[in-house]
Structures are given as structure tokens and as C-alpha cells.
């Protein structure tokens, strides 16, 4: 059967809510025979939200939305997951109402605005931030749920050397310490009773070896 990855629809509203126009896509996805959906790519807290009309799973008020998506694919016959992440320094002011953050400080471009280096206390409540993302996708009817480690996100900017420049157990020149904030994330969710879905890790190497990253660094991080 045919999985379709996510792809950023920019049709939630303006508070990150699914609408009409999304229900109908994904079911139309699985009516014509997908067999698995992975729903684009949901902020956990809007502090992490990178653009406007990006779908969110990070408040009670996304929850009824969700879950008629989950059901809609589900009556049409397939499984259905959805993507949860964090944008880190890919965003502005404008878009998260906050500076953003991220393992360094760091600017993607004019439009976006320079970010802060996150602290421990920002750590600590990130790893909530996807914990409680992960309990709703459950109590939504979700399948599975996909941690975002690529795109440029959070988690990609803590493995990538070119945007991680710290010094500490969330950055060095050891893929262990960039990944250390995923493996928090997924710890916790694994450990929270309340969510009992399968975990997926999307994480992207292209982009990375130019940089020195190499098998060994993906092996280390895969048994880790």
C-alpha cells in the first residue's frame, strides 16, 4: 500500500485548527487508495509555530478538528499519523508572538528574526510542549505519531554542526550531544502512560555529510 508523507497544506486557520478543506484532502487521499497517512507537520506550542495557517496540537481547541480528521481517513479505510514539531529559529516574532529559540543563536534569513540560545528551563518545557502533543494525537485516534527531526526544525538544528555551536550535553562535536534533546523527548513520551502509539523519527543525512557526518554517526544515533 502507498504512504503519503506530509506536505505542508497552509490550509489550517489562522489558530492552527483544521478545517473543511483539510478533511477533505486527507480523506480524498485515502479514498483513491492510500493505505497510510501521515498528517503534515502539527506545532506542539506556538512558541514553535513557523508559519501562519500551520496546523497545531498544542491546544484543548485543535483537539475536535483533529480528531474528525483522524476519523474521516480511518472511515475511509486507512491509518493515519501526524507529524510533531518544533521550528526552533525558523520563525519570527510575528508568527510565534515570542523570540525564537534555538541550540544557538541564529538568523535563517529576512524573514525570520534572530533567535535566543535555549536555557535548561526552555529544555524542560519543550520536552513537555511534544509529551502533551503526543497525548492528544492519542486521544484524537492517531495511529502513530512522527517526531520532526529534519527540515531545518529544532531537532535538525541541534544535530547540524552549521547551526548547533554549543558546547554542553546539547551540542559538541559528538552527534550524542546533538541529538540529546530528541532523545529526552521520546524518552519522556515512552515513559508517559497515558500515550501508547507507535514513534516514528524523520531525520535527514543530506544535508549533513558535506559536514563530516558519517555511518558510524548514524549508527551511533539510531542505537541511541
Keep these: 500500500r502507498i504512504l503519503a508523507p506530509p506536505s505542508i ?8 485548527r483544521v478545517t ?14 492510500v493505505g497510510t497517512i501521515i498528517v503534515e507537520s502539527a506545532f506542539v506550542v506556538k512558541q514553535g509555530r513557523s508559519h501562519v495557517n500551520q496546523l497545531g496540537i498544542s491546544e484543548e481547541d485543535h483537539l475536535e478538528g483533529l480528531e474528525n480528521l483522524a476519523r474521516g481517513v480511518k472511515q475511509e479505510g486507512a491509518s493515519i499519523g ?17 523570540q525564537p529559540v534555538g541550540p544557538s543563536i541564529l538568523n535563517f534569513g529576512r524573514d525570520f528574526d534572530i533567535s535566543r ?8 518545557e519543550i520536552v513537555l510542549n511534544f509529551v502533551h502533543a503526543a497525548e492528544r494525537a492519542e486521544e484524537v485516534g492517531m495511529d502513530f ?5 529534519a527540515e531545518q526544525h529544532l531537532l535538525d538544528q541541534c544535530s547540524n554542526i552549521k547551526y548547533n555551536s554549543r558546547f554542553d550535553e546539547y551540542g559538541s562535536s559528538k552527534i550524542e550531544t546533538r541529538i540529546q534533546l530528541a532523545i529526552e523527548i521520546i524518552s519522556a513520551i515512552k515513559k508517559r502512560e497515558s500515550v501508547n502509539l507507535p514513534i516514528s523519527y ?9 559536514d563530516g557526518f558519517k555511518p558510524k554517526d548514524l549508527d551511533s544515533m539510531i542505537k541511541l
Excluded at 497544506?9 to 492552527?16: K, L
Excluded at 524523520?202 to 558535506?210: A, G, L, Q, R
Design 117 to 124: 540560545e535555549f536555557d535548561h528551563g526552555d529544555i524542560e
Design 145 to 149: 505519531i512522527e517526531i520532526n527531526g
Design 202 to 210: 524523520y531525520f535527514s543525512i543530506f544535508d549533513k555529510i558535506e
Design 9 to 16: 497544506s497552509d490550509q489550517a486557520d489562522i489558530n492552527g
Design 82 to 98: 501526524i507529524r510533531l514539531t518544533h521550528s526552533g529559529a525558523q520563525t519570527s516574532e510575528n508568527i510565534c508572538v515570542e
Design 20 to 33: 473543511l478543506s483539510q478533511i477533505k484532502h486527507y480523506r480524498t487521499l485515502a479514498r483513491q487508495g
